[in-house]
Each structure stands twice: as structure tokens, then as C-alpha cells.
């Protein structure tokens, strides 16, 4: 919900309001959330970044400029963002450059991150 509690957000993506759901039952975001990264904050913190661009590869967007680019940018859904427990989203430069700073063991902590969670699916 917006500020004004009567009036909701509207979203382009409403997939992504539902998936994350999903998420949060695999206890999705506080474990992203929660992997160390050495890389600074200034308006979003690098975790959310990463939960940024999941959500773009869920939105299908095949491009990383499309996150603040598209028709619909993702960037500007505040519904998705509310939904997805983060205050808002940062434009595709920053996201790109978190990925293009990340170490290789803060990525492959969010694969193990992200095979562990996508593990029992797979079992099934």
C-alpha cells in the first residue's frame, strides 16, 4: 500500500508481485539480503542490487538497461519494490555496477544462496 493507505500501488508487473510470495516463503530475500558484500552503500545497498536484477531475470527482461529502459520500467514500479521488501530500486548503471564489482566468492555465496533455495524444486 501507498502512503495513502486507500489508495494501492499499481503495477505493469503484477507477475513479480506474486512470485514474490514464493520468495518469501523460501525465505528468499532476508537470505540475499543477509550475504556480506564489500562494497559500499550510498542509496541502495548492494544486496538490494542483486535482488534487483533477480527480479529483472523473473521479469524476463533481456536486457540489464531495460530495468530503468523498458516501456514499463521496473525501476519505477514502487508496487514491486513494496512487495519485494525493498524501499525502492536503483537505476540499471547502478545494478551493473555492483554485478561488475562483485568478488568471486560474494557471487558464488549468492549461487550456493540460490541452488540451496532452488535444490528442493529441483528434487521434486
Known sequence: MSANATQPYRTEHALLVLLVQYAQHLGLIPTLMAVPMHQKTYIHRPQTKIVEF????????????DISRDGRPLDQDQAVAAAWQQAGWADYSGVGRTLQALTQAEAETIGRVLRKISQPLIDE
Open 54 to 65: 533477480l527480479v529483472a531475470i523473473l521479469a524476463g527482461l533481456p536486457h540489464l538497461a
